[in-house]
Nanobody, 117 residues
Framework: QVQLVESGGGLVQAGGSLRLSCAASGSIGSINVMSWYRQPPGKQRELVASMSTGGSTNYADSVKGRFTISRDNAKNTVNLQMNSLKPEDTAVYYC???????????WGQGTQVTVSS
């Protein structure tokens, strides 16, 4: 089992910045991927960014150049630095974890990010 605890959401004006953090604990594998997903109001959940223990990253086109994912493998934490926020970034953001090879994906409880225009 893996537990994920997110922090850092909140309300920010358009153009502002927020930093989300997620700490993983439990049965952490040596090779894994930690990601951020989001679910805007009334829409489907979507991948925002992911990062492997080896440092490989993947970003949604909508956040490239604005968001940066980083992680500390020793502390089992992942962060999402969000700059130049837009109202369309408003969503519940979820941290996820899965081992490689993937057997199961674990989800955090979610943190609300609201960007006002």
């Amino acid at each position: 089992q893996v537990q994920l605890v997110e922090s850092g959401g909140g309300l920010v004006q358009a153009g502002g910045s927020l930093r989300l953090s997620c700490a993983a604990s439990g049965s952490i594998g040596s090779i894994n991927v930690m990601s951020w997903y989001r679910q805007p109001p009334g829409k489907q959940r979507e991948l925002v960014a992911s990062m492997s223990t080896g440092g490989s990253t993947n970003y949604a086109d909508s956040v490239k150049g604005r968001f940066t994912i980083s992680r500390d493998n020793a502390k089992n934490t992942v962060n999402l630095q969000m700059n130049s926020l837009k109202p369309e970034d408003t969503a519940v953001y979820y941290c996820t974890y899965h081992n490689v090879p993937r057997t199961r994906t674990y989800w955090g409880q979610g943190t609300q990010v609201t960007v006002s225009s």
